[in-house]
């Protein structure tokens, strides 16, 4: 075998060290380059992060100043006057005494459709207003409009915002 090495001229192993040395030097060049974009893709990467990081912290707190106005509206628009005053009705309490039987049933002694009337029917007694209750129920009903208005119009503003 040695005898077989000595049948190549020396020129010939010179070339042949060149090129390995050649493809060795090509290979840690990439492998070098290789290290080098990745390093620069993490602070790269690392950039991005940051910035949407900082981009989201900006999206919570708006997100947070506007619920806040909503709120703000909601909680003043329940302590506002109602859009238009709510009458005070009066309204005659429920009875609490027996319904007569109908006449001519098993067990009726009446004969006709005016007995079994009580004083309570006849509009005689206490009166219930409603007129309060439906003021609050009102007063409420109003601050919750004002406040899905000014979260749709929350809405419309960040969907203009997010076109351009």
């Known amino acids: 075998m040695l005898?077989?090495?000595?049948?190549?001229?020396?020129?010939?192993?010179?070339w042949a060290a060149?090129?390995?040395?050649?493809?060795?030097?090509l290979l840690a060049g990439a492998v070098h380059e290789r290290h080098v974009q990745a390093a620069k893709d993490a602070a790269a990467n690392a950039r991005e992060v940051a910035l949407i990081?900082?981009?989201?912290?900006?999206?919570?707190?708006?997100?947070?100043?506007?619920?806040?106005?909503?709120?703000?509206?909601?909680?003043?628009g329940k302590n506002a006057a109602p859009m238009q005053p709510v009458p005070h009705v009066l309204c005659y309490r429920p009875?609490?005494?027996?319904?007569?039987?109908?006449?001519?049933?098993?067990?009726?002694?009446?004969?006709g459709p005016q007995s079994g009337v009580s004083a309570s029917d006849s509009g005689a007694g206490s009166t219930l207003d409603?007129?309060?209750?439906?003021t609050v129920r009102g007063k409420d009903a109003d601050a919750q409009i004002r406040a899905l208005q000014q979260d749709v119009q929350n809405l419309l503003d960040e969907m203009t915002s997010a076109k351009h």
């Open 95 to 111: 009875r609490t005494d027996k319904l007569p039987a109908a006449p001519g049933s098993v067990g009726s002694t009446s004969q």
């Open 130 to 134: 409603i007129g309060p209750p439906i």
């Open 3 to 14: 005898a077989l090495l000595k049948l190549i001229p020396f020129r010939d192993w010179l």
């Open 53 to 76: 990081d900082k981009h989201n912290t900006d999206l919570q707190n708006l997100a947070a100043t506007k619920d806040a106005a909503v709120e703000k509206a909601y909680e003043d």
């Open 18 to 25: 060149l090129a390995a040395a050649l493809a060795a030097l």
